[in-house]
């Protein structure tokens, strides 16, 4: 059916602009349903016998149109076309160019698919099963709560009442405005109705209101904006550390856009299912518990860094994306983008011991492995329908999104990048906005041309490979695209800031050039016996190095520049171009290596080619050079920093899983009975959670029974992930076998499920068991789950790189009405796996 829809008829006509909703919503938990009423004020601005509006699984039981607060007199039908989900509003004779209030009854479930306005459930601290209703309207969901305009440039003020039991707790995006408890009484119960402030000016994709049995934590003034945290009972312990973040990040963002925060109030709200990670609903932040409650003395370091990242991600948001929004769902990319690239720089500066830009190159990194597919799309693409929009939401929008703001920004210098935001953001504030006119506010300040370098990133897929050569005293830099399959000739040009570092008399130099065409020289003083083309891993793209010569720096390489050099040599193995043999003897120069975002790349390339080598020895040698060194410098150091804990706890994953050394393996399950039996011990939480991976990797039946119960009884959201994921990583058929079951009888929730099927898949054992698990219950999985996490899902079959296997698989997706959601990650997720399945039949 969708592949014969019209995708131009998803827009709404241009004949009717709303300015206010006022929302009344009576949802009642334990039926599943809600009841409803809004009242739109809008603008006709032209003549119209009808007037189209979004609705989504809702009954509409009435529609009454007013002028001047009188009901006009015009004979009212209307029909729904639920392919579109749009609602045509049909008026016997038309109605004149004016102001109007528009009126419609309204009722619908409180599904169970994660979004629109559904239900969900948690067990308390008591034992009892809670229900909660609550929201989740991005992209296109708002249309299934109540009827609106469901486009991002019909931003509007929303006034939302909502009407519950009296031992409810409820909140939405602003502040409370009045509470009447006896509102009404109904089946021997009192209910209450809360009204809330008005908002801002805003899209609807931002609305939200949530109800069930919550509480709120202690209220701290930042700035003048009250922020809370908003909790299931019985998890206000857990609260501090996302409130310390909440502060932190409300402050550092009112100062950094140079404009206070939009809204009345912010709450940040922990929910129980989420398929997200969390939404920036204006002032009503939502979230999944493990991202925002958290014992810190629990967590590990990577945990703790994750929650930040979230929070300042969302906080973000209040500005670019809720005071300021997209026109239309093309320009989401610059919304998402730039929160990601804002939280990295906020939390870089918030824990400085955590070296966040240096963590930063793993997500680039990720970006880039997508973006050197022939799969790949452009960062800003044509979007129409829903599903368009949904497709927005992956590495590309979000990861090189922000890695080429970053480089924008050193190119253009931080205070010039900050000031053309903050003009940015100052002009446009409460209204819509397009790329260019970001590009038009930093072209203004830098005098720079930014529309025309950004232009050649935002539209054209792929990212470009750099070589070099020296003459006399010029350095020739030459630019082509980047790709692991080479399929065509390709001749895409790049405005390129090339960063430079090169040694001249024993002094370091830095050097800032665009490269807009095919080839170009440099001129320097002298040709520099080291030199470096991406320093500081500034730039989005690779750099062909001649990996054996004496102009490759070897040392004084900050984290970001070794963890470029080594990701770009393992691109070109990936591609055929450079030799495994050479990659695994180059790996060996970092033997005295100590920094764990290095160790854990060396640690993925390894175990990646020790899937694939039929000489696992090689591979095993390699490693036990790298990782005893780590391990044995850091066991038994006092006081270990965060970044050693970080590489001791890599350490003890590479010489278990890898190479399976005994008194490794022995010391983790020592560590584990320790740690389950409540023994006092010196390993930090980071080790813990290595050794409860370990401790499942070799686990028994008897082990799987102590993780599900462990799972089932955890103290914390962290602790609850943690022994979920690690279902996954048994290599007993048994045991996996017993996964499944638990997916199917809902013991996992849906929102988590997904990911510990591509967890499964992922298991060199059981992958393939796990895919036959998928395929044959794809009906019931797929219905089971929220849809834009079977894409998700679907990302660990990268790993089954059998050719055998990649025919099956291609087979099965045939069908193209497979997959509802996310094409074109599906698209990536098999010629990936074409990529590895070459890796191995080269080694």
């Not at 334990?30 to 809004?38: D, I, N, R, T, Y």
């Not at 070897?554 to 770009?568: A, G, P, Q």
């Not at 994953?653 to 005994?662: Q, T």
């Amino acid at each position: 059916m969708s592949q014969m829809l019209d995708k131009k008829k998803f827009r709404l006509p241009k004949n009717a602009s709303p300015t206010k909703y006022k929302i009344e919503l009576h949802p009642d938990l334990e039926a599943k349903a809600f009841e409803g009423k809004v009242e739109i004020l809008l603008n006709i601005l032209e003549e119209s016998k009808n007037i189209s509006i979004n609705v989504a699984d809702l009954e509409i039981k009435t529609i009454i149109l007013k002028k001047n607060s009188a009901e006009i007199d015009n004979s009212i039908s209307w029909n729904i076309d639920n392919d579109y989900e749009i609602m045509s509003i049909n008026f016997e004779k038309p109605i004149s160019i004016g102001e109007y209030s528009l009126s419609i009854g309204f009722s619908g479930i409180l599904n169970d698919k994660l979004r629109g306005f559904y239900h969900s459930s948690f067990k308390d601290h008591n034992g009892n099963i809670q229900s909660i209703a609550t929201t989740q309207f991005e992209s296109t969901d708002a249309r299934r709560a109540f009827p609106c305009f469901d486009e991002p440039e019909y931003k509007s003020v929303f006034s939302v009442s909502l009407i519950l039991e009296n031992e409810l707790f409820c909140v939405s995006n602003a502040a409370e405005k009045s509470i009447d408890d006896e509102y009404l009484k109904s089946e021997g119960k009192t209910l209450k109705k809360v009204e809330f402030h008005d908002t801002i000016p805003m899209s609807t994709y931002l609305v939200a209101f949530i109800v069930g049995p919550f509480e709120a934590s202690k209220e701290i003034n930042v700035n003048g904006t009250n922020l809370r945290i908003i909790y299931p009972i019985g998890k206000g312990h857990l609260c501090d550390f996302a409130l310390e973040l909440g502060e932190y990040a409300l402050d550092y963002f009112s100062k950094y856009y140079k404009i206070p925060y939009p809204g009345d109030k912010l709450d940040m709200i922990a929910v129980p299912d989420f398929a997200f990670g969390a939404m920036e609903n204006l002032g009503c932040i939502t979230y999944r518990e493990a991202l925002l409650l958290v014992d810190t003395d629990q967590a590990t370091s990577n945990e703790l860094i994750r929650i930040a990242d979230v929070i300042c991600h969302e906080i973000a948001h209040m500005w670019f994306g809720d005071l300021v929004t997209m026109k239309w769902w093309n320009g989401i990319w610059l919304n998402e983008a730039f929160a990601t690239f804002m939280a990295t720089k906020a939390v870089a500066d918030y824990n400085k011991d955590w070296d966040r830009w240096a963590q930063f190159s793993l997500e680039k990194s990720m970006a880039m492995d997508i973006d050197s597919l022939s799969s790949t799309r452009p960062i800003e693409y044509p979007v129409i329908s829903p599903t368009d929009a949904d497709g927005m939401f992956d590495l590309i929008t979000y990861e090189k999104g922000g890695s080429i703001l970053r480089m924008l920004e050193q190119f253009l210098g931080e205070n010039l990048f900050r000031d053309g935001v903050s003009h940015y953001l100052t002009k446009h504030s409460y209204g819509n906005t397009e790329t260019d006119d970001l590009w038009d506010s930093l072209e203004k300040i830098s005098i720079l041309p930014v529309k025309k370098i950004m232009d050649t990133w935002i539209f054209q897929p792929g990212h470009p490979i750099i070589s070099y050569s020296f003459k006399n005293n010029s350095l020739n830099i030459n630019q082509k695209i980047f790709k692991y399959i080479e399929d065509s000739e390709n001749n895409t040009i790049w405005g390129i800031p090339i960063f430079i570092k090169y040694k001249e008399n024993n002094e370091y130099k830095s050097h800032k050039f665009l490269l807009d065409k095919k080839s170009d020289n440099i001129s320097l003083p002298i040709i520099p016996n080291e030199i470096l083309l991406n320093s500081n891993a500034y730039g989005f793209y690779r750099v062909n190095n001649d990996f054996k010569s004496n102009r490759i720096l070897t040392k004084n390489y900050t984290s970001e520049e070794k963890y470029s050099l080594i990701d770009d040599y393992w691109s070109l193995v990936l591609n055929g171009s450079k030799n495994p043999e050479e990659f695994i003897e180059f790996c060996e120069s970092f033997k005295d290596e100590l920094d764990p975002d290095i160790l854990g790349l060396l640690y993925s390339c390894l175990a990646s080619l020790n899937r694939s080598y039929k000489n696992k020895n090689i591979i095993h040698k390699v490693v036990k050079i790298i990782f005893e060194n780590s391990y044995n410098k850091l066991l038994n150091l006092s006081n270990r920093s965060i970044r050693e804990i970080q590489s001791l706890a890599i350490s003890f994953r590479a010489l278990c899983i890898i190479i399976k050394d005994e008194n490794v393996i022995n010391l983790s399950g020592q560590i584990f009975d320790n740690y389950v039996n409540h023994k006092k011990q010196n390993f930090e939480p980071d080790i813990i959670s290595s050794v409860i991976s370990i401790n499942a990797f070799f686990g028994d039946k008897e082990v799987f029974d102590k993780f599900v119960n462990l799972m089932e009884n955890a103290k914390t959201p962290q602790d609850e992930v943690r022994f979920q994921r690690s279902l996954a990583l048994f290599q007993d058929e048994q045991n996996i076998n017993k996964l499944f079951t638990f997916i199917l009888e809902d013991k996992i929730r849906s929102q988590d499920s997904p990911y510990l099927l591509a967890s499964a898949l992922n298991n060199e054992t059981n992958g393939w068991m796990t895919w036959l698990f998928i395929s044959n219950n794809w009906e019931i999985l797929t219905k089971k789950f929220p849809e834009n996490s079977i894409v998700r899902m679907l990302s660990g079959i990268r790993a089954l790189n059998h050719r055998k296997y990649l025919i099956e698989i291609k087979k099965f997706f045939e069908d193209p009405n497979k997959i509802k959601q996310g094409k074109l990650q599906l698209d990536q997720h098999l010629e990936k796996l074409e990529i590895n399945v070459r890796l191995r039949e080269r080694i």
